[in-house]
T-cell receptor
């Protein structure tokens, strides 16, 4: 069974540009989560999509946005890039947000390393 | 609010020995899940083990076991028979199961484990 995939693996942008990151969840998973891992700031929750809808977002400005497609894949868009947006962006998927046991587990992709110059 | 505390920034262990990585948490949820992830230098977060707050027995997954003490709000990871490939960052995380707004994972700051030959 294929795991969570993310593209691209690396992305270099300049300040003010827009970045688009993509994520494909594990087959059958309907929830997709985005996290940012910046140096010195740890892992921070960005966005959660479930069945095509944004369910919750973390403490990030509106220039961080995204969407989930009918096939449950997801896109994260970062507008007006700033230097501090340089980070590893991790996508995770889970089976059922109402489930218990192992169904609650979020499985992560390899991440996209975004560098803003 | 949820909070995860990992007080060991770095740990050393000799190959084939056991090691315990500490994790304490704070939450107002009655029902929650606790997770441990491993992050090698490649960046991908690898799920290791899960413990539900409603589980009466401590979780085990191969060489990994979770020492769950609910009253003390601790969920320490025990790795038995350490291997060189265990060298990585280890993150403790949790998510609530009651409030839709807290389905995302809250992570600790991590512990860097180095296994020495």
């Amino acid at each position: 069974e294929a795991g969570v995939t993310q593209s691209p693996t690396h992305l270099i942008k300049t300040r003010g540009q827009q970045a688009t990151l993509r994520c494909s969840p594990i087959s059958g998973h309907t929830s997709v989560y985005w996290y940012q891992q910046a140096l010195g700031l740890g892992l921070q929750f960005l966005l959660w999509y479930d069945e095509g809808e944004e369910r919750n977002r973390g403490n990030f400005p509106p220039r961080f946005s995204g969407r989930q497609f009918p096939n449950y894949s997801s896109e994260l868009n970062v507008n007006a890039l700033e230097l501090e947006d340089s980070a590893l962006y991790l996508c995770a998927s889970s089976l059922d947000r109402r489930g218990r046991g192992r169904q609650e587990t979020q499985y992560f992709g390899p991440g996209t390393r975004l560098l803003v110059l | 609010a949820q909070k995860i505390t990992q007080t060991q920034p770095g740990m050393f262990v000799q190959e084939k020995e056991a090691v315990t990585l500490d994790c304490t948490y704070d939450t107002s949820d009655q029902s929650y899940g606790l997770f441990w992830y491993k992050q090698p230098s490649s960046g991908e977060m690898i799920f290791l083990i899960y413990q539900g707050s409603y589980d009466e027995q401590n979780a085990t997954e191969g060489r990994y076991s979770l020492n769950f003490q609910k009253a003390r709000k601790s969920a320490n990871l025990v790795i038995s028979a350490s291997q060189l490939g265990d060298s990585a960052m280890y993150f403790c995380a949790m998510r609530g199961l009651e409030d839709t707004g807290r389905r995302a994972l809250t992570f600790g700051s991590g512990t860097r484990l180095q296994v020495q030959p």
